[in-house]
């Protein structure tokens, strides 16, 4: 595998605005290639993850150069990492401590925006 692909969620406004924002600043700085995979206009493309719709739906799924896959707060760090002006970030994030703090963070706002886009019918 040669390219980093990011699973992500188009239906939810903050979901696809964050992803937005992410995909703008990796093009402004000429970071590593990107394939973005929309899971709400390719519903198929989660089998090679392994998971479930809803499960992509829910959390940042990641597949990396190397075939392994992260999720929610190991992808946003896998992809801070390789992107020019946040290789801090993550790092930052796979600090012991605050890393389990970040994971706990991040599932409790992924499940909570979760059910509000379900609530709202955006999918």
Same mark, same amino acid.
Request: aromatic share 10%; glycine share 6%.
């Given at each position: 595998?040669?390219?980093? #692909?990011?699973? %992500? @969620?188009? /239906? =939810?406004?903050? =979901? @696809? ?6 995909? #703008? ?6 970071? =590593? ?8 206009? @390719?519903? /198929? /493309? ?35 990492? #390789? ?19 970040? #994971?706990?963070? %991040?599932?409790?706002?992924?499940? /909570?925006? %979760?059910?509000? @886009? ?6």
């Amino acid at each position: 595998m040669s390219q980093l #692909r990011v699973f %992500y @969620n188009s /239906a =939810c406004p903050v =979901c @696809n605005a964050g992803i937005e924002s992410q995909r #703008r600043r990796m093009q402004a700085t000429d970071s =590593c290639p990107v394939e973005w995979i929309d899971v709400q206009r @390719n519903p /198929a /493309a989660v089998e090679e993850l392994g998971a479930e719709l809803e499960q992509v739906r829910e959390r940042l799924y990641l597949k990396d150069e190397q075939g392994q896959i992260k999720i929610g707060v190991d992808a946003f760090s896998a992809l801070f990492q #390789r992107t020019q002006g946040q290789h801090w970030l993550g790092r930052l994030l796979r600090l012991p401590g605050l890393h389990g703090l970040a #994971r706990w963070s %991040y599932n409790l706002f992924a499940r /909570a925006l %979760y059910s509000w @886009n379900r609530r709202k019918r955006h999918w």
